[in-house]
């Protein structure tokens, strides 16, 4: 099945404990992004990757660090977490062909910073 | 800052009729537009996208763009409840990001 998958779902911290969110696709697509969920401000581009080893920031990149290292994966981390970071965060993938970003997003993950 | 400006309801209407949701933008320089249906708890799901002025149909869903007026709208026909989630307007510019709008909620009532 062709699918982004997202882990953990679920996870509460505390403030500087450094975490990881992986991201991962089996669709070959080229682009993936991560993006932030807030009640009232909508879906925030955090970072995007046009392919392995390119990437560049999006709307919101303060506080968060990426890689793209194999075309399948593209985990978030956060270095330092605080609580303003608490947040629905959503990976996505696409295909890169005319230029149109025809995205699949992963579940979800709620990410709780204490 | 390039914008993506929806209403954000909630609208409301009767099953059977035609639901209409509108986008407008700021970047002229746009170029292709998308249209995501978002359920309660879920993620968002690709409904359509349109880059050419005018109108493109897919079944029940007619994605319209003016890009003189820097809008774009989705008009969804014989409502059903199934169609009651967050509709979300999305703009790609020049480059490779998207803006996403804040989202119209739509409620399908039987």
């Known amino acids: 099945e062709a699918q982004v998958t997202q882990n953990p779902r679920y996870l509460i911290t505390v403030t500087g404990k450094k975490l990881t969110v992986t991201c991962s696709q089996n669709m070959n697509h080229e682009y993936m992004s991560w993006y932030r969920q807030d009640p009232g401000l909508g879906l925030r581009q955090i970072y995007y990757?046009?392919?392995?080893?390119?990437?560049d920031k999006g709307d919101v990149p303060e506080g968060y660090k990426v890689s793209r290292k194999e075309k399948r994966n593209f985990p978030l981390i956060l270095e330092s977490p605080s609580p303003n970071q608490t947040s629905l965060y959503f990976c996505?993938?696409?295909?890169?062909?005319?230029?149109?970003?025809?995205?699949?997003f992963g579940p979800g993950t709620r990410l709780t910073v204490t | 800052q390039k914008e993506v400006e929806q209403n954000s309801g909630p609208l409301s209407v009767p099953e059977g009729a035609i639901a209409s949701l509108n986008c407008t933008y700021s970047d002229r320089g746009s170029q292709s537009f998308f249209w995501y249906r978002q359920y309660s708890g879920k993620s968002p799901e690709l409904i359509m996208f349109?880059?050419?002025?005018g109108d493109k149909e897919d079944g029940r869903f007619t994605a319209q763009l003016n890009k003189a007026s820097q809008y774009v709208s989705l008009l969804i026909r014989d409502s059903q409840p199934s169609d009651s989630a967050t509709y979300l307007c999305a703009v790609q510019g020049g480059s490779e990001k998207l803006v996403f709008g804040k989202g119209t909620k739509l409620t399908v009532n039987p």
């Open positions: 990757s046009m392919n392995v080893e390119v990437t």
């Open positions: 996505a993938s696409s295909p890169f062909w005319g230029r149109i970003l025809e995205q699949y």
């Open positions: 349109i880059y050419s002025n």
